[in-house]
């Protein structure tokens, strides 16, 4: 009794061969199927076109900043301190002639032009007007011809002497109108001068120089009678040089 129960061999369990086979085929073949062997090298083709689209595919515009940028940017920055005030020149101012200064206002632009481009225009235009002023009160003057000697008519002078006399014609506010009296009239030996009557411009026909009143006198009364007709009258020769000068 004091032997060990102890089976035999022949007692143990044991599992049939068969049954081996049924519980793990696969391990008798190869250890992966051909389909599991290509699944898994498509998985790592596509690990791998992932990872060479991550690391070559370029990086955003905005991102992008080169090593000079980031260079300026601190220089621009670390140059301008706040707090400070900027020193600020004025434009030259220039003092020449041709040269203008233009204010702009809120409606119109003002143009201001040297005092020496002015006083220039002021002097040629007072230039022109003293050329184109006619000193000589004399306007028109006839040719000393066909002097009537005998009535002692004397041939009229730009002056008279103021102890001479002359014969007035004719006047008018018209100059047309008395050298077209001198043509129609074919007067030699005369003269006409402008004056002034209320302040407007007068122009007087005379003729002949006479160194008495009395030869006036008698020289008028032996003009033509269309010229009788607009009543001549006898002008001393001071008379007439007052009227000249009062132009």
């Not at 992932?50 to 601190?74: C, G, H, M, N, R």
């Not at 103021?162 to 129609?184: A, C, G, P, R, W």
């Not at 411009?201 to 607009?230: F, H, M, R």
């Amino acid at each position: 009794m004091n032997e060990s129960i102890r089976p035999e061999k022949e007692d143990r369990y044991t599992v049939d061969s068969s049954v081996k086979k049924t519980l793990s085929p696969k391990l008798n073949g190869p250890i992966l199927s051909k389909k599991k062997w290509i699944i898994l090298i498509l998985a790592l083709c596509v690990i791998l076109m992932l990872l060479s689209f991550a690391i070559f595919s370029p990086a955003p515009k905005e991102q992008l900043q080169t090593t000079s940028d980031v260079t300026d940017s601190i220089v621009s920055n670390t140059s301008v301190q706040p707090n400070e005030y900027q020193s600020l020149t004025p434009p030259k101012i220039s003092r020449s002639a041709t040269e203008t200064k233009q204010e702009n206002t809120a409606t119109k632009e003002r143009l201001e032009v040297p005092g020496e481009v002015t006083d220039i225009l002021a002097d040629k235009i007072s230039e022109l007007n003293e050329k184109n002023r006619v000193t000589d009160p004399i306007l028109l003057k006839g040719k000393n011809n066909n002097i009537d000697k005998e009535i002692n008519e004397q041939p009229l002078q730009k002056k008279l002497a103021n102890d001479h006399y002359t014969i007035q014609i004719n006047s008018s506010s018209s100059l047309e109108s008395m050298m077209e009296f001198v043509k129609q009239h074919k007067l030699t030996n005369y003269q006409i001068y402008e004056t002034r009557r209320s302040q407007k411009p007068w122009y007087v026909l005379i003729k002949g120089d006479y160194a008495t009143i009395k030869d006036a006198k008698n020289a008028a009364k032996l003009l033509p009678q269309e010229l009788q007709k607009s009543k001549p009258w006898i002008k001393s020769g001071e008379i007439v040089n007052k009227e000249k000068s009062s132009k």
